[in-house]
């Protein structure tokens, strides 16, 4: 069985450009979460997505946005990117909410 | 403050040594999740829990509804188990708070 697949693995981008990334989530896992690592903030949770509905966001600001397709696929946007946006995104995929999370390797971005 | 407390930061241990990591939240929950990091950034789901105690080969992980309290338990430790363990938590509205993790190391 397939893992969660995230694309790119790495990224590097210019400040004021802007980013898709993309998550795969396991066959059959309907929820798909975002997470951001810095070495600085830890992991920290940007939104969750079931059903191409956004159930939850974290405390980011409206440049991080993200989108879920009939497919369970999820993209995460990051527009004017900012220095402080490089670090790991990660993303999971669960069958729900009584069930646990696999994560996807990551997609590590710089931005210089 | 953190949410989510864990402790210790750090931990070298021997092989073959009992380890524990400690977790401490401060609002009630609906899960808690341990989570294993190794380097390159892969992340591993140990466990979720919501009561109780859950037990995979060498790991156990127990939490205390009661006293906001978990923690992660490996028996006869390895070199291999070598990582960050994470612990996070989860709120009905499926927002998810993680601790700041456990460098743990063990030594041959």
């Known amino acids: 069985k397939a893992g969660v697949t995230q694309t790119p693995r790495y990224l590097i981008k210019t400040r004021g450009q802007q980013v898709t990334l993309s998550c795969s989530p396991i066959?059959?896992?309907?929820?798909v979460s975002w997470y951001q690592q810095t070495p600085g903030q830890g992991l920290q949770f940007l939104f969750e997505?079931?059903?191409?509905?956004?159930?939850n966001k974290g405390n980011f600001p409206g440049r991080f946005s993200g989108r879920q397709f009939s497919n369970s696929r999820s993209e995460m946007n990051v527009s004017t990117l900012e220095l402080g946006d490089s670090a790991l995104y990660l993303c999971?995929?669960?069958?729900?909410?009584?069930?646990?999370?696999?994560f996807g390797s990551g997609t590590r971005l710089t931005v210089v | 403050k953190n949410e989510v407390e864990q402790s210790p930061q750090n931990l070298t241990a021997q092989e073959g040594e009992f380890i524990t990591i400690n977790c401490s939240y401060s609002?009630?929950?609906?899960?808690l999740h341990w989570l294993q990091q190794h380097p390159g950034g892969g992340i591993v789901s140990l466990f979720m829990?919501?009561?109780g105690k859950k037990k995979h080969g060498r790991l156990i992980a127990t939490i205390n509804i009661q006293e906001k309290h978990s923690s992660l338990h490996i028996t006869a430790s390895h070199p291999r188990d070598s990582a960050v363990y994470i612990c996070?938590?989860?709120?009905?509205?499926?927002?998810?708070?993680f601790g700041a993790g456990t460098r743990l190391t063990v030594k041959p």
């Open positions: 999971a995929s669960s069958q729900g909410n009584l069930y646990g999370y696999t």
């Open positions: 066959s059959g896992h309907r929820s």
């Open positions: 997505y079931f059903s191409e509905t956004q159930r």
């Open positions: 609002v009630g929950i609906s899960a």
């Open positions: 829990l919501s009561s």
């Open positions: 996070a938590v989860a709120y009905n509205n499926n927002d998810m708070r």
